[in-house]
């Protein structure tokens, strides 16, 4: 696929959008929407032509043809009590060979710094996606990466608790965002 210069594109397997800003031969640079500079393989995006509100404004469905009055009418309605454990929840393992390759040339306040915010990052991509729950692999180690993140997460509207012992053993905290529902 030919991509140029101001596309809108999404990356595969990840959660990054951005526009394209410098077609190479094999690589492309993408601006992600957060506004950081990221290189790929043109294998690994998608082009958007059309965003997802868009397309769902063009649906037009006539009154009489309305799937809420033909439920009403065949079936009562019912609500259905959902539970926040069927939803899995996002899962960040922030151990250091987990973030980047190789961690040569880092000291240990750089991998704390890094850790910390990929951690903050990944807290408010939660909380701007509206994402209830987040696991936070830190390992079990001295704990000093488990006493720092839970500096970090009093700052939020959120409520912290020790992950499934059964799942991550002693090395997981798990977060729950706290937030208003606007109607």
Do not use: C, W
């Not at 006493?147 to 012992?165: C, G, H, P």
């Amino acid at each position: 696929m030919n991509y140029k210069i101001g596309d809108v594109v999404v990356v595969l397997d990840d959660v990054i959008k951005g526009r394209v800003i410098k077609v190479y031969s094999s690589k492309i640079d993408i601006e992600t929407e957060d506004g950081f500079i990221m290189k790929f393989n043109e294998s690994e995006l998608v082009k958007i032509s059309v965003e997802q509100s868009e397309i769902s404004k063009t649906v037009v469905v006539p009154h009489h043809l309305s799937l809420k009055t033909e439920y009403k009418k065949k079936h009562k309605l019912t609500k259905i009590k959902s539970k926040k454990d069927k939803i899995p929840p996002m899962e960040v393992d922030l151990h250091i060979d987990k973030l980047i390759k190789s961690k040569r040339g880092m000291d240990n306040f750089d991998i704390l710094s890094l850790q910390l915010d990929t951690a903050k990052y990944k807290l408010e991509f939660a909380i701007r996606n509206r994402i209830p729950r987040i696991v936070f692999i830190h390992g079990v180690g001295e704990g000093v990466l488990r006493e720092e993140l839970k500096y970090l997460f009093n700052r939020y509207n959120v409520k912290i608790t020790e992950a499934s012992y059964q799942k991550y053993g002693l090395g997981a905290t798990e977060v729950y965002v706290l937030q208003n529902i606007k109607d």
